[in-house]
Every structure is written in structure tokens, then in C-alpha cells.
């Protein structure tokens, strides 16, 4: 028969031990690094993934203004396409251009076209650009070609 290989199991002592011991230590450091530096990372991110889902988006539309209202700063639009309403707030920072020149919104007036961007999102859209556009030279009527006299 062969002889069979016997294993010590007699405890580590003495400079075999301290050798374990700072293997150990090291796994852990390392090991707390890396997850410190994980919580740093999740607690810079958070708050970028916070404000990611409330970025409103832009949207532009056409269309004649129905009515404003200049003390609560509200204009309603009719969609040319649609022919739907919709209702629109402004603030400070809302441009409002007219003929490609900045004015107020007073020189916002029923029946006007404008072409708006507004963020849209929960609540009343608010209108980051209203433009009244340059008004288009009317065509000249078609006069009936005339023949020479004869």
C-alpha cells in the first residue's frame, strides 16, 4: 500500500503568523478603499440622477394668439395646425421678440401669429420665447396680360 500524505494542522505561530495577520490587514484596507471610494462616487452622482428626471424638454409651436394676459402673465395660443388652445405662462427670463427686435409683451395683441418655445411639463408650460414674426409682403394682384392694339 502506499503511504498516505498526513497534513499538519498545528496552529501558525510566531513570524508565519504576523505574515498572515498583515496579509489580512492589507485585504481589508484595500477592501475599505474601494468602497469608500464607491460612496463617494454614488454621493457625487446622486445628484445629477435627481435633477436628470426633472429637465424639462423644449418644445415650438405656431399659431395665432387668442388672448393675453398682461397682470398674470399668461397667453393663450391657437395651434394653426391643430386648432387646439393652449395656455402659456412667462417670466422674467421669457424673450419676446418682434420683427427680430426685443419688445415687451405689450406687444403681444390678439390675433397676432407667434412662434413660441416653451419647456414643457407638469402645469402651464412656460414660454421661454415668443416671436411675432416679420409680417410677408403681400403679392401684388395678377393683372390680365393685355394685348398690343393692333
Known sequence: MAAAKVHSTAPITGDKQKQKRN????TNFSLVRKAAFVTMCAAVLSPAALFAGNVLKTAEEHGLIKSVDVKTHQLVVTDQKT?????FQWNDQTKFIEHGNPVSATALKAGLPVNITYAAGSGTPMLERVQIP???EPKPAATPATRPKS
Not at 496579509?23 to 492589507?26: E, F, L, P, R, T
Not at 386648432?83 to 395656455?87: C, F, L, N, S, V
Request: hydrophobic share 35%; glycine share 8%.
Open 23 to 26: 496579509i489580512d490587514m492589507k
Open 83 to 87: 386648432k387646439a388652445e393652449g395656455t
Open 134 to 136: 416679420a409680417d410677408k
